[in-house]
Nanobody, 120 residues
């Protein structure tokens, strides 16, 4: 089955850390651009961090210096290390793997999301 599955969310106090994992099955995630999105209650889904198939990274301004996106190709996994968490980081975090192929068109996979709650 072709899918991505997120894990690693939970409840953490402000200033704490979490590491989210996005594990791919049925395809090789290293060939895909991967992004993490989050959606807070009552708000639209926003792009948080992304990594290209070549390893280039980008972050929304609000998480720069605190979050790090990385790959472990041997584990077919992309991580999001989140440090110095703030209450405004609360939301459901989604992994997206996307590839545009000349021959197969656009392949786009979303996970089911993992809840991150930052609260004292």
């Amino acid at each position: 089955q072709v899918q991505v599955v997120e894990s690693g969310g939970g409840l953490v106090q402000p200033g704490g850390s979490l590491r989210l994992s996005c594990v791919a099955s049925g395809f090789t995630i290293s060939n895909y651009a991967v992004s993490w999105y989050r959606q807070a209650p009552g708000k639209e889904r926003e792009l948080v961090a992304s990594i290209t198939d070549a390893g280039g990274t980008d972050y929304v301004d609000s998480v720069k210096g605190r979050f790090t996106i990385s790959r472990d190709n041997a584990k077919n996994t992309v991580f999001l290390q989140m440090n110095s968490l703030k209450p405004e980081d609360t939301g459901v975090y989604y992994c997206n793997a996307r590839r545009v192929s000349r021959f197969f068109g656009t392949m786009d996979y979303w996970g089911q999301g993992t809840q991150v709650t930052v609260s004292s």
